[in-house]
């Protein structure tokens, strides 16, 4: 299974854009790149995912790079509602029945 | 609104005894479903993966006979933690796939499980 690698935690100012990075140097080209976010006794909460193009959604954009070795999520402007665990995750593709496998995580902390 | 539902949230059993913790979508069918184990402040562990109408398939070190999952439906499916011990108190999560390619994949709420 390929493993993504991110960083522990990172700081943000609110209403400032924040970049979360994550890598995935050993990604297969049926890799789907996911990203959620979860709060203390929640389930992950969906932000986005994409294959080899650039996405944008509602919550988030997602840039991947273009050997797919590492994607990063972009928040435009960070509140503190956005306080929480990202995690990069990789779900295999090449079967319907694939499976997602989480990174370690980066704790996001939002100061006002 | 949620799409995958989780029951119980909380439940707490006697040390030797099994609990059933089901998993719901909701307005979807999953025809694939995950379960997943966390321990305070660590990621997301995958234990096993199942499809609807088959067997389910457990990530390596997880015991399928302690922990029995069920996908009888395309919108349920079921872990039992059999003879229950302290050590398997922990948070455990679902989530739930339509099971085509790059569709988003859905996370339930979540449950504890205190073993005591």
């Known amino acids: 299974d390929a493993k993504t690698t991110q960083p522990n935690s990172m700081e943000s100012n609110e209403e400032e854009p924040v970049h979360l990075p994550c890598n995935h140097s050993t990604i297969s080209g049926t890799d789907y790149i996911h990203w959620y976010r979860q709060l203390p006794s929640q389930g992950p909460e969906y932000v986005i995912h994409?294959?080899?193009s650039n996405v944008n959604n509602r919550m988030a954009s997602l840039a991947i790079a273009e050997d797919r070795k590492s994607s990063t999520l972009i928040l435009h402007r960070a509140t503190l509602r956005d306080a929480a665990v990202y995690y990069c995750?990789?779900?295999?593709?090449?079967?319907?029945?694939?499976?997602?496998?989480f990174g370690q995580g980066t704790t996001l902390q939002v100061k006002p | 609104g949620a799409v995958v539902s989780q029951h119980p949230s909380r439940v707490i059993c006697k040390s030797g005894t099994s609990v059933k913790i089901e998993c719901r979508s909701l307005?979807?069918?999953?025809?694939?479903m995950f379960w997943y184990r966390q321990f305070p402040k660590k990621s997301l562990m995958l234990m096993a993966t199942s499809n609807e109408g088959s067997k389910a398939t457990y990530e390596q070190g997880v015991e399928k006979d302690k922990f029995l999952i069920n996908h009888a439906s395309l919108t349920l499916s079921t872990l039992t933690v059999t003879s229950a011990h302290p050590e398997d108190s922990s948070f455990y999560i679902c989530?739930?796939?339509?099971?085509?390619?790059?569709?988003?994949?859905?996370f339930g709420e979540g449950s504890w499980l205190t073993v005591v």
């Open positions: 995750a990789l779900f295999d593709g090449s079967s319907n029945t694939g499976k997602l496998i």
């Open positions: 307005d979807f069918q999953a025809t694939t």
């Open positions: 989530s739930a796939s339509r099971g085509a390619r790059g569709n988003t994949i859905y």
């Open positions: 994409g294959l080899t």
